[in-house]
């Protein structure tokens, strides 16, 4: 069992920065994938970004150039610092980790943006 908690959230201003951070423990694999994933009010959970454990990367289109995740593998932890916030950005923020036999998620974060 793997479990995740994130931390970091709150309320942002347009053009602000904030940085959420997830730390997970339990069986974890050398090999994973961990991410962030969020869901707005009446939307979609949707991909964030990505990072593998040998450290390529993936983000959405909407946070390409504004959002940095980056991990630490020997403290099994993601994380996510997000630059020139946008309101649209305003979203419950979900740490994942996906291993063999398991995709595991936090309870999330709420992250506010205000124009």
């Known amino acids: 069992q793997v479990q995740l908690v994130e931390s970091g959230g709150g309320l942002g201003q347009a053009g602000g920065s904030l940085r959420l951070s997830c730390v997970a423990s339990g069986s974890i694999f050398s090999s994973n994938i961990m991410g962030w994933y969020r869901q707005a009010p009446g939307k979609r959970r949707e991909l964030v970004a990505t990072i593998r454990s040998g450290g390529s990367t993936n983000y959405a289109g909407s946070v390409k150039g504004r959002f940095t995740i980056s991990r630490d593998s020997a403290k099994n932890s993601v994380y996510l610092q997000m630059n020139s916030l946008k309101p649209e950005d305003t979203a419950v923020y979900y740490c994942?980790?996906?291993?063999?036999?398991?995709?595991?998620w936090g309870q999330g974060t709420q992250v506010t943006v205000s124009s």
């Open positions: 994942n980790l996906g291993q063999s036999y398991g995709n595991y």
